[in-house]
DNA sequence: TTCGCCATGTAATAGGTTACATGATTGC
DNA sequence: GCAATCATGTAACCTATTACATGGCGAA
């Protein structure tokens, strides 16, 4: 039972497993590709290494499908969820975000700002365009935390197309 | 000689080097602080390591001072200006930035909201101020890049902003 | 002159990414 | 019946973070 540091990835898996009851490292895949991975994606590699890693400490309980792939299940112990839920309401440091953007770094440095606010421009609109399908599919569900995150989602993207749009020349078209 | 992959840091310190001169891994702490930080912070180790690799790559060129605490003294070479600019002319893949906010995950997977928005408002309207000062200090400047990033930065902080207030039942001040 | 912080670094660890690999399924 | 893609994983590497350490210098 080793102690281990409990990283953004692991609070995303143990998450994603208080709701799913039981998965394994495939299922996780298709939860975050729906989902949290909007926000914050993962390798799939991670989601075989990090349930591994969490059951080692106690967190998970690992078993195998007996016949065919012999997969791997996981599923979330009683130490799993204290941890997670205490996660949930504690304090969170002062940390901000950062932008992080390789476009927006080559800009700092000098690059002509065109080429780059056309690509990033399209870039933005269509994911833009993704998540408010995404809301359509979400209204009336009573999933208020993915749709809040969502919201701050589309009011990003609305922000670098504000952003890139005024740096391509163009008038932002306010989609 | 040897081969290596060149990451956003490494970026970051072949820019600052195409400015700088010359600079020790101290210098180069205190120029990321001073700026492209806001956007894409590093870890001071990591400015002693990298120009390090870089260096082993050929991409600069390491001194030592003689005297006192004989520092090392990173200049940019030949093929490490080249390698940069041609970065910076490149054309860019289409990953765009993530999120990546600890409150927004927490508030994803269920957290009540109340209490993280506060927090989260506090920090942002103190960044947003600063960004703001620096704005100041920084019009009438040529700086262009930094100027237009400095944009950005101040956009999404507004846009936290307003997510953040909604979320904290207060109106959004617009400041 | 001593305390404390700024300056300057090294070493170990680990988390994450990249590369590789292969067994099932499904569509044609 | 074969190709392509989905599903499932392992291993190596390496970047980035954490922890540790010490010399100078300014202030009190």
Chains 1, 2 share one sequence.
Do not use: C
């Not at 009851?21 to 590699?45: C, F, R």
């Not at 599923?75 to 950062?98: C, M, V, Y």
Request: glycine share 12%.
């Amino acid at each position: 039972m080793k102690d281990i540091r409990l990283t953004p990835t692991s609070y995303i898996v143990l998450g994603l497993l208080m709701q799913a009851g039981e998965a394994t490292p495939y299922d996780l895949k298709a939860m975050v590709a729906g989902g949290i991975g909007n926000l914050w994606s993962l390798q799939h590699t991670q989601l075989y290494a990090e349930p591994e890693r969490l059951a080692g400490a106690g967190y998970l309980t690992e078993t195998r499908e007996d016949g065919g792939r012999r997969r791997k299940l996981y599923s979330i112990t009683p130490a799993g969820r204290d941890t997670f839920r205490a996660w949930l309401s504690a304090e969170l440091g002062s940390e901000l975000p950062e932008l992080r953007d390789i476009g927006l770094l080559k800009v700092f440095f000098g690059a002509d700002p065109r080429p780059i606010a056309i690509g990033q421009l399209r870039a933005h609109r269509e994911k833009l365009r993704e998540y408010q399908e995404l809301e359509q599919a979400l209204s009336g569900t009573e999933l208020a935390g993915p749709v809040s995150t969502l919201g701050a989602g589309i009011g990003h993207e609305r922000e670098w197309i504000r952003y890139w749009a005024d740096l391509a020349g163009e008038d932002d078209d306010h989609t």
